[in-house]
């Protein structure tokens, strides 16, 4: 039964290559997925573009697990030199867009929830979601979903980590800054020239460092990602606009990340939104226990993911490799997939 759920997974998810699912786009996508579990006599429910299901015994007084990936995809770059939207295997790898990110991992959990469907006894219940909107962070994606599905205790999110354990995710805060100056004619003399006003701004984030590191997450990460200001060559602006990109880890709430930095910093700063924090998993919990017993690794995950949305204790884990995200020519072994549907029933049953 593994080997059929497997091969009909991979088979999925050649589907969903030649789908285009863009965020916000993932309607024809979700008809596939619909497919999977009408094929597989899965009750199931479509929320928006949220695909989702409950293993057939569930019973409220047990704990749930969520498996979730998403169906979304980035649009493809321009150094494509394969068609994006066409699924093909080549010396075993399966090319296309979103095979690796994250159209892997979402088939090979949809296989391991078949799998398990029809248990009973479960210790936990299971809920699995794939969802939309994952790729923009979208309104409408996992976030939307926590409050039409049943309550969740733990969560597995599929994302490409080469079927090691991610025990936790870096947080993300995005903040506007601006560096004030007086505006003038570049003819005249000014000592309050906004631009030059910068110059300082930057080295302070340079060489600004949050005074607590992560076992497992390290350091925060403080980036200046954009700088705008100027309009006319003869015009020194009033301001110069600044992006900061701070990945958080998990000795920090997001909320305490954005006080430090409106208290310290050299210049007026606002967070867009504090709603991406980081996410963990005890290393003593059941799952991480199961996954280093089956000899998988564990890491602390510098990419931002669906885990973001979750206060529970969540684990990242999935078939492919980070490193292929977003790529040219992406693709994930053929013998991955093969690997993340066995090791998911292998982990699972040690907890089940």
């Known amino acids: 039964m593994i080997q059929e759920l497997t ?10 290559i030649e789908t285009p699912s863009f965020s916000s786009e993932e309607d024809k996508t979700a008809e596939h997925i619909e497919a999977w579990f009408k094929a597989h006599h899965v009750d199931y429910k479509r929320t928006k573009n949220n695909v989702w299901a409950v293993n057939k015994y569930f019973d409220e007084s047990k704990p749930t697990l969520l498996l979730n990936s998403h169906h979304d995809t980035v649009k493809p770059n321009t150094a494509y030199t394969n068609d994006p939207f066409k699924a093909f295997v080549k010396d ?21 929830f078949t799998y398990f469907y029809g248990h ?9 979601v794939a969802s939309a909107e994952e790729e923009s962070s979208g309104p409408d994606g996992l976030n939307s979903m926590l409050e039409v599905i049943p309550q969740i205790d733990v969560a597995i999110v599929g994302e490409p980590t080469l079927m090691n354990l991610a025990v936790a995710e870096k947080g993300l805060v ?15 003399p000014n000592d309050n ?19 607590k590191s992560s076992e497992v997450l390290g350091d925060v990460k403080l980036t200046v990602t954009q700088i705008k200001g100027g309009s006319q060559h003869n015009v020194v602006p009033a301001d110069v606009d600044l992006v900061i990109d701070v990945r958080v880890n998990d000795a920090y709430t997001n909320k305490e990340i954005s006080q430090i930095l409106e208290e310290k910093a050299p210049c007026k700063i606002k967070a867009r939104s504090l709603r991406l924090n980081s996410s963990s998993i005890p290393m003593d919990h059941d799952l991480v226990k199961a996954g280093i017993a089956l000899g998988r690794s564990t890491y602390g995950s510098p990419t931002l993911s669906d885990q973001a949305t979750l206060s529970c204790p969540s684990l990242k884990l999935g078939p492919g490799d980070s490193t292929r995200s977003h790529s040219a020519d992406e693709f994930i072994y053929i013998r991955e997939i093969e690997e993340g549907v066995a090791i998911y029933i292998k982990l699972l049953e040690k907890v089940l």
């Open 193 to 211: 020239n906004s631009i030059y006003n910068t110059i300082e701004v930057l080295q302070w984030f340079k060489d600004f460092k949050f005074e």
């Open 174 to 188: 995005v903040f506007d800054a601006k560096v004030e100056g007086t505006p003038s004619h570049a003819a005249h």
């Open 7 to 16: 091969n009909e997974a991979i088979e999925l998810l050649k589907k969903l």
């Open 120 to 128: 009973k006894d479960l210790k936990y219940n299971l809920v699995i």
């Open 92 to 112: 075993g790898k399966l090319f296309g867009l979103g095979s690796n990110d994250a159209g892997g991992c979402l088939v090979s959990l949809l296989a391991t």
